[in-house]
T-cell receptor, first 114, second 111 residues
Framework: QKEVEQNSGPLSVPEGAIASLNCTYS??????FFWYRQYSGKSPELIMS????GDKEDGRFTAQLNKASQYVSLLIRDSQPSDSATYLC??????????????FGKGTKLSVIP | NAGVTQTPKFQVLKTGQSMTLQCAQD?????MYWYRQDPGMGLRLIYY???????DKGEVPNGYNVSRLNKREFSLRLESAAPSQTSVYFC??????????FGNGTRLTVT
């Protein structure tokens, strides 16, 4: 059973602070990693994808991947109340036939306090 | 720029009734998916279609059937609805191995 683990939260941070969201995965052969944001009652929205070890930055968001530790994280700098949502980590287990079966974590609920 | 369009947005069924959820994408993606999302369970894959003409089971296929009508359209059918199928259903599409793009979801209640 391929697993993706996230702390369910809620994670509360003050406005302007850095929010750090973490995700671990069980399949060492995983190739692709994604972070989705889901507002209550809405569909998941892709915010970051990362494929190789290291950091990837996009505006206020930074995704970090460490394949040796099987760990991927999302940092949100200068957090805003509009960032309050549930963040889903998704992992593509491997290439070939498995590349169609993304495994999702259960999500971390982030609350940014004004 | 429609992306992935799902219909209906809401549906209430009685146990034993059938229905089909429709999904269409205009991004020329090869792959399409049906997920369900339940509180505390996260997103779980029901069925997927890697490309036009193929369909495969995901994690929770029991009680569902799918049809990949053409490259754009992928439908999900509940032949005999059960209360355990009360959930939010999301259709998604992607290029192979790439990120998923989700529709707005269908909230289904089975009484």
């Amino acid at each position: 059973q391929k697993e993706v683990e996230q702390n369910s939260g809620p994670l509360s941070v003050p406005e302007g602070a850095i929010a750090s969201l973490n995700c671990t995965y069980s399949d060492r052969g995983s190739q692709s990693f994604f972070w989705y944001r889901q507002y209550s009652g809405k569909s998941p929205e892709l915010i970051m994808s990362i494929y190789s070890n290291g950091d990837k930055e996009d505006g206020r968001f930074t995704a970090q991947l460490n394949k040796a530790s099987q760990y991927v994280s999302l940092l949100i700098r200068d957090s805003q109340p509009s960032d309050s949502a549930t963040y889903l980590c998704a992992v593509n287990p491997n290439s070939g036939a498995g590349s169609y079966q993304l495994t999702f974590g259960k999500g971390t609920k982030l609350s940014v306090i004004p | 720029n429609a992306g992935v369009t799902q219909t209906p947005k809401f549906q209430v069924l009685k146990t034993g009734q059938s229905m089909t959820l429709q999904c269409a994408q205009d991004m020329n993606h090869n792959s399409m998916y049906w997920y369900r999302q339940d509180p505390g369970m996260g997103l779980r894959l029901i069925y997927y279609s890697a490309s036009e003409g193929t369909t495969d089971k995901g994690e929770v296929p029991n009680g569902y059937n799918v049809s990949r009508l053409n490259k754009r359209e992928f439908s999900l059918r509940l032949e005999s609805a059960a209360p355990s199928q009360t959930s939010v259903y999301f259709c998604a599409s992607s290029q192979t191995g790439a990120a998923l793009h989700f529709g707005n979801g269908t909230r289904l209640t089975v009484t």
